[in-house]
């Protein structure tokens, strides 16, 4: 979710150091939170690390308003 009269969030999923996918979300006006969604099946194996991060300049609204999981399949 994006911070409200801030600009975008851009959050990424890595797998093993790789970015994987990215969901985007933007505040236009009037300060309203924008939020996003992205959803993905990942083939892991044992003690291989996922994880979520953002970049330099973007807003990104923190708990509880973004989350990350996963299950096993």
Do not use: D
């Amino acid at each position: 979710m994006s911070e409200a009269y801030k600009r975008g969030c851009n959050a990424y999923i890595y797998h093993n150091g790789h970015r994987l996918m990215m969901s985007h979300s933007y505040e236009h006006s009037g300060g309203y939170h924008e939020v996003a969604s992205n959803t993905m099946v990942l083939s892991l194996k044992k003690n291989e690390p996922v994880w979520i991060g953002t970049t330099t300049g973007t807003y990104c609204y923190g708990f509880p308003a973004t989350g990350f999981s996963g299950w096993k399949l």
